[in-house]
């Protein structure tokens, strides 16, 4: 990558992608965010509206929204990819998902794509529970999911666009796969725990079965396709297919991934729990 290379940041103001701009602008590399709210923008529902995001840029990391299970998510992602590559676009750095047979297929389509690529495969992210939707139950004092015992190795999104940056600017992380996850396997409960106690407030964790979950979303007026998309995320990625730790970080970055206890402190310190 050349320093007036331009990066393409899909989903730049989400979790992950707000977090590799902070990092280019560090790093005085130019990037464009795409998203409804970029300039100009981009949306994954209106391919019409991709071309003008693709100009002049020679490398992209690609997030997808809402998630790469949803109907279509497959098909813009294989055209995306070609018109990138048509476009100029030499390397791809995509965000996925463990556990998830749609986030496979679309890796396939990333890596028959042309360009150069390197895959995160994430685990769920340590920032759901601070910048995503557990954040108002938790406020609320009481988070209920229809997930059980099953510990999951929460990842850290502050790694993850560590990993993304790295990718981006080093040719040596082409063609590799990273699968990134924390340090450790934590319940949901006890992540709910760690909360709890850095915040000193009281906030329980409930295991609900999925008839009651989809209840209280449709009495939240969540629209039907994200509560089938949650469900769906509950059912499969939460079964205890992906309960292992992977050395993804570490391989990518030789460093160790940061641990859930980290973010939590730094997060409550933030003060977006309340208390603290
Ligand atoms: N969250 C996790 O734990 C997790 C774990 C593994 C993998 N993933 C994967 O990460 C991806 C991102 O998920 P996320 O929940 O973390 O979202 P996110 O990246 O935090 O935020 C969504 C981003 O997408 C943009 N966006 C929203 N609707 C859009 C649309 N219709 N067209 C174009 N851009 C749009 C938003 O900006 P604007 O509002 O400006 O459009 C924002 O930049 C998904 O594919 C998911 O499968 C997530």
């Known amino acids: 990558m050349k320093r007036n290379d331009v990066t393409l940041l899909v989903g730049g103001n989400g979790k992950t992608g707000r977090r590799v701009a902070e990092r280019l602008q560090q790093r005085g590399l130019p990037f464009r965010i795409g998203s409804r709210s970029g300039e100009p923008s981009f949306y994954w529902e209106d391919r019409e509206t991709w071309l003008p995001c693709l100009k002049g840029i020679t490398q992209a990391y690609v997030t997808y929204y809402p998630d790469v299970c949803v109907p ?11 018109r990138a590559v ?58 209920a999911l229809p997930v059980g015992p099953v510990g999951e190795p929460f990842v850290d999104a502050d790694d993850i666009a560590d990993v993304a940056v790295a990718a981006l600017t080093d040719d040596r992380h082409s063609g590799q796969l990273y699968e990134l996850t924390g340090p450790r396997l934590l ?4 992540a709910i725990e760690e909360i709890g106690l850095a915040t000193g407030r009281n906030i329980r964790y409930l295991t609900i079965a999925p008839e009651a979950y989809r209840n209280e979303l449709i009495e939240a007026h969540v629209p039907d396709d994200v509560i089938e998309l949650l469900l769906h995320l509950f059912r499969t990625v939460l079964d205890g297919r992906n309960e292992m730790t992977t050395d993804g970080v570490q391989r990518a970055l030789g460093v160790r991934p940061r641990a859930f206890e980290d973010y939590v402190q730094r997060t409550a310190a933030g003060g977006v729990w309340g208390r603290g």
């Open 187 to 190: 319940s949901f409960a006890e």
């Open 72 to 82: 279509g998510a497959l098909d813009n992602l294989q055209s995306f990819f070609g």
């Open 86 to 143: 048509n476009a100029g676009v030499r390397k791809l750095v995509f965000l996925s998902g463990r556990g998830e047979a749609e986030a496979e297929q679309a890796e396939e389509l990333l890596k028959s794509s042309g360009a150069d690529w390197t895959i995160l495969r994430c685990s769920f992210f340590s920032q759901n529970f601070s910048e995503n939707f557990f954040l108002d139950p938790i406020l609320a004092g009481e988070l």
